[in-house]
C-alpha cells in the first residue's frame, strides 16, 4: 500500500520552497542567465563578471543545476539550460524583471507577513512599507522601472494567446487601459493593420511607450494619452481592453475602472478583460493562479477571480458578460457587451 505522506511534492520541499525563490531572485540581478548566453562558464568566469565570491556563486550554480535553470558538465563547467533562457534580459519573453519584482525585498517582506492578511484580509505591503504598492511606486521610481519591465515582459510573452482569443480584427479603434509602455497593443496593431489604437496608462506608465510602438512600427496608429482610469478613461472608441488591471483591485475599486470605460464608449462598445480565471474547484493544475490570487492579497488587495466572479463584476458596473475564450491558456478573454 502506497504511503499517503509521500505522495506529491514533499513537505520539505514545500518548507524550503523560499529558497528556489532567492536563487532566481538573485540569479536575475546578478545578471547569471545573460553572462551564460554565450555558452560554458566557470565559477571563476562568473563570480569576475558580478563581482561576486567564487565560492558561493559556485553553490548557487549547483542550486540553479537542482532547478532545471543551469545545467554542469564537468565540476568547473556550467551552462544556461533551456529553461533557464527566461531569465535572460535579451529574449522577448524575458521574466527577468518578473523574477526581481515578485522576490524582491518589499513582495517578499509582504509574503513573510502572509498570516496577517489571512486574518485582516488586508494588505501586507501597506503594512510593510507604510504604503500602498501603488503609492509606494509612486515615490520609488526605480520600482517603479522593475514594475514597468516586468508587465511589459509578460504582455509580450501573452500576446499570440491574446490576440489569437480578443478578434480584434472586427474593431476600428481599441483603449488600451492600464496598458503601461505598448508592448500588448504594439503587437495586437501589428497583427491588424487597418486596426488604430490609443493607449491609455497613468504618465509614468507610457514614458517608454513612443519607443516600444515606434519599435513596433506602429506609431503613426497609436496615440498615448497620460491619465488616472478612476477618474476617466478615452471617450468614443468601440473596444475598451484592460489586460492584468482589474485583479489589482477589490470589487469596489474594479468596478469603478469598468464603470469608466462604460461611461466612455458607444452603446455598441465592448469591454476585453484579459485576466486569468480561477475554476470553482481548483486542482494543482492551476497552481500559478492561486499563488498569484495570494500575492494579490498580500501586496494591492486585489485577486484573481472565477468566472461567475467576473460575471456578477461585470454586471455591477453595467455590463453583460457574452464571451469567455481562451480555454488552456493562462489568460483568457472576458468579453461584455452594455447592459
Request: aromatic letters at 6%; glycine letters at 10%.
Given at each position: 500500500?502506497?504511503?499517503?505522506?509521500?505522495?506529491?511534492?514533499?513537505?520539505?520541499?514545500?518548507?524550503?520552497?523560499?529558497?528556489?525563490?532567492?536563487?532566481?531572485?538573485?540569479?536575475?540581478?546578478?545578471?547569471?542567465?545573460?553572462?551564460?548566453?554565450?555558452?560554458?562558464?566557470?565559477?571563476?568566469?562568473?563570480?569576475?563578471?558580478?563581482?561576486?565570491?567564487?565560492?558561493?556563486?559556485?553553490?548557487?550554480?549547483?542550486?540553479?543545476?537542482?532547478?532545471?535553470?543551469?545545467?554542469?558538465?564537468?565540476?568547473?563547467?556550467?551552462?544556461?539550460?533551456?529553461?533557464?533562457?527566461?531569465?535572460?534580459?535579451?529574449?522577448?519573453?524575458?521574466?527577468?524583471?518578473?523574477?526581481?519584482?515578485?522576490?524582491?525585498e518589499?513582495?517578499?517582506?509582504?509574503?513573510?507577513?502572509?498570516?496577517?492578511?489571512?486574518?485582516?484580509?488586508?494588505?501586507?505591503?501597506?503594512?510593510?512599507?507604510?504604503?500602498?504598492?501603488?503609492?509606494?511606486?509612486?515615490?520609488?521610481?526605480?520600482?517603479?522601472?522593475?514594475?514597468n519591465?516586468?508587465?511589459?515582459?509578460?504582455?509580450?510573452?501573452?500576446?499570440?494567446?491574446?490576440?489569437?482569443?480578443g478578434?480584434?480584427?472586427?474593431?476600428?479603434?481599441?483603449?488600451?487601459?492600464?496598458?503601461?509602455?505598448?508592448?500588448?497593443?504594439g503587437?495586437?496593431?501589428?497583427?491588424?493593420?487597418?486596426?488604430?489604437?490609443?493607449?491609455y496608462?497613468?504618465?509614468?506608465?507610457?514614458?517608454?511607450?513612443?519607443?516600444?510602438?515606434?519599435?513596433?512600427?506602429?506609431?503613426?496608429?497609436?496615440?498615448?494619452?497620460?491619465?488616472?482610469?478612476?477618474?476617466?478613461?478615452?471617450?468614443?472608441?468601440?473596444?475598451?481592453?484592460l489586460?492584468?488591471?482589474?485583479?489589482?483591485?477589490?470589487?469596489?475599486?474594479?468596478?469603478?475602472?469598468?464603470?469608466?470605460?462604460?461611461?466612455?464608449?458607444?452603446?455598441?462598445?465592448?469591454?476585453?478583460?484579459?485576466?486569468?480565471?480561477?475554476?470553482?474547484?481548483?486542482?494543482?493544475a492551476?497552481?500559478?493562479?492561486?499563488?498569484?490570487?495570494?500575492?494579490?492579497?498580500?501586496?494591492?488587495?486585489?485577486?484573481?477571480?472565477?468566472?461567475?466572479?467576473?460575471?456578477?463584476?461585470?454586471?455591477?458596473?453595467?455590463?453583460?458578460?457574452?464571451?469567455?475564450?481562451?480555454?488552456?491558456?493562462?489568460?483568457?478573454?472576458?468579453?461584455?457587451?452594455?447592459?
Amino acid at each position: 500500500m502506497n504511503d499517503q505522506r509521500t505522495a506529491g511534492p514533499s513537505v520539505m520541499e514545500i518548507i524550503f520552497g523560499y529558497g528556489a525563490s532567492q536563487a532566481v531572485n538573485v540569479t536575475a540581478r546578478l545578471r547569471l542567465a545573460d553572462h551564460l548566453a554565450d555558452g560554458v562558464k566557470t565559477p571563476a568566469d562568473l563570480a569576475a563578471a558580478t563581482g561576486s565570491d567564487e565560492l558561493s556563486i559556485r553553490r548557487l550554480l549547483r542550486a540553479l543545476v537542482c532547478l532545471g535553470i543551469v545545467t554542469q558538465s564537468a565540476p568547473d563547467e556550467f551552462a544556461l539550460s533551456p529553461g533557464g533562457d527566461p531569465l535572460r534580459g535579451d529574449v522577448p519573453y524575458s521574466l527577468r524583471e518578473m523574477a526581481m519584482l515578485v522576490c524582491g525585498e518589499q513582495t517578499w517582506r509582504s509574503w513573510g507577513e502572509l498570516e496577517y492578511s489571512v486574518r485582516t484580509g488586508l494588505p501586507a505591503w501597506d503594512q510593510v512599507t507604510g504604503l500602498s504598492s501603488f503609492e509606494y511606486m509612486a515615490k520609488h521610481p526605480e520600482h517603479a522601472a522593475v514594475f514597468n519591465q516586468a508587465m511589459a515582459g509578460y504582455a509580450r510573452a501573452a500576446a499570440p494567446a491574446i490576440i489569437a482569443n480578443g478578434d480584434f480584427g472586427r474593431f476600428a479603434t481599441v483603449v488600451d487601459v492600464g496598458g503601461g509602455d505598448g508592448s500588448l497593443l504594439g503587437a495586437i496593431l501589428t497583427a491588424h493593420p487597418g486596426l488604430r489604437g490609443v493607449l491609455y496608462d497613468l504618465p509614468a506608465g507610457v514614458e517608454s511607450a513612443d519607443r516600444t510602438l515606434a519599435a513596433a512600427g506602429v506609431a503613426d496608429r497609436c496615440e498615448v494619452i497620460g491619465g488616472d482610469f478612476f477618474v476617466s478613461v478615452p471617450d468614443g472608441a468601440d473596444a475598451y481592453l484592460l489586460k492584468s488591471v482589474l485583479h489589482d483591485w477589490n470589487d469596489d475599486r474594479a468596478a469603478e475602472v469598468l464603470r469608466n470605460c462604460r461611461r466612455a464608449m458607444p452603446a455598441t462598445g465592448r469591454i476585453l478583460v484579459v485576466e486569468p480565471v480561477l475554476p470553482a474547484v481548483v486542482t494543482p493544475a492551476v497552481a500559478g493562479i492561486v499563488l498569484s490570487d495570494l500575492n494579490m492579497l498580500v501586496n494591492t488587495g486585489g485577486r484573481e477571480r472565477t468566472e461567475d466572479e467576473f460575471r456578477a463584476l461585470f454586471a455591477a458596473a453595467g455590463f453583460d458578460l457574452v464571451r469567455v475564450a481562451g480555454e488552456g491558456v493562462d489568460f483568457r478573454v472576458l468579453e461584455g457587451i452594455v447592459a
